[in-house]
């Protein structure tokens, strides 16, 4: 077993929703569990609060501060991924994708019931997305304007800066793509909640939801209603033990503002 791990299959059999497969992955210890949070959380605080503004006064032109937040924030998201990669790497002693899809629950999703994995349980995705969507009516606190990706498309500094700019669509794309796809969600559904059972049982998606909301120390005005995602993408993801269900969900709202930002491109 790989090290900072202990063995729990006595407190997983008492639990009916543990697999096999659950069984097979090594269950990480509370201080590993908060490191790893930690190594995603900090790094991306010191990025949008630190590290931003300073980029933002080299830049210059218009909108620097958005997009010294995208910029900064792309590369802490990009430094999650590569975090997942070297603790499966050691832990799993390959990348290969079929290690790599049990080991991070990349499969479909699976009846806790009868073991069935995709059919019908894939149209879950739908109340769980709208869920997703509602959540944004919730009140909360108020982002700077400076800071909200929907004030920077609706300015005619935005527009004017992103009209006919490629370049920067992409790196949107691709900071859209490891926020909900290869980053956030492969580390907190992918590589973390398999592995919380160990310390917190049966509760291990409350943590793992509750983790992932305080998290957003990048963005403190959204953790309560990120805390709302404990049971829309973690309890889900734990359930069916299918961490495609939270990236799937939570990348219904990356694909809704590419396509606004691809709308003012297109101007």
């Known amino acids: 077993m790989a090290h900072g791990t202990h063995n729990t299959e006595p407190e997983l059999r008492e ?33 949008a609060w630190v590290v931003a503004p300073w980029l933002a006064g080299s830049l210059g032109g218009p909108a620097a501060l958005p997009r010294a937040i995208i910029l900064a924030l792309t590369l802490g998201l990009v430094w999650q991924f590569l975090i ?15 290690v790599v899809k049990d080991a991070l629950w990349l499969r479909a999703p699976t009846s806790p019931g009868t073991g069935r994995r995709g059919g019908l349980l894939w149209l879950l995705l739908l109340p769980l997305g709208a869920a997703f969507a509602a959540k944004e009516f919730l009140p909360t606190l108020s982002a700077p304007a400076a800071r909200d990706m929907a004030v920077l498309l609706e300015s005619d ?52 939801g509750i983790l992932f909301g305080l998290y957003h120390l990048h963005v403190p005005w959204s953790i309560p209603r990120n805390l709302v995602d404990t049971f829309i993408l973690a309890y889900p993801s734990r359930r069916y033990r299918s961490a495609l269900i939270g990236i799937i969900v939570h990348s219904a709202q990356s694909v809704f503002f590419v396509v606004l930002v691809l709308l003012v491109v297109l101007r």
């Not at 009916?16 to 069984?23: Q, R």
């Open 15 to 47: 639990h009916p929703e543990a697999s096999i497969e659950v069984d097979q992955l090594p269950q990480y210890s509370l201080s590993r569990i908060l490191g790893i949070w930690a190594a995603a959380a900090l790094p991306m605080a010191v990025l």
């Open 84 to 98: 997942v990669l070297v603790l499966l790497r050691r832990e799993q002693g390959s990348l290969r994708w079929t």
């Open 157 to 208: 500094a935005g527009q004017s800066f992103l009209s006919h700019n490629w370049v920067w669509l992409a790196l949107i794309v691709t900071m859209y793509l490891f926020n909900t796809a290869l980053g956030e969600e492969l580390l907190f559904r992918g590589l973390l909640l398999p592995r919380m059972q160990g310390v917190f049982g049966r509760w291990d998606w409350v943590a793992n």
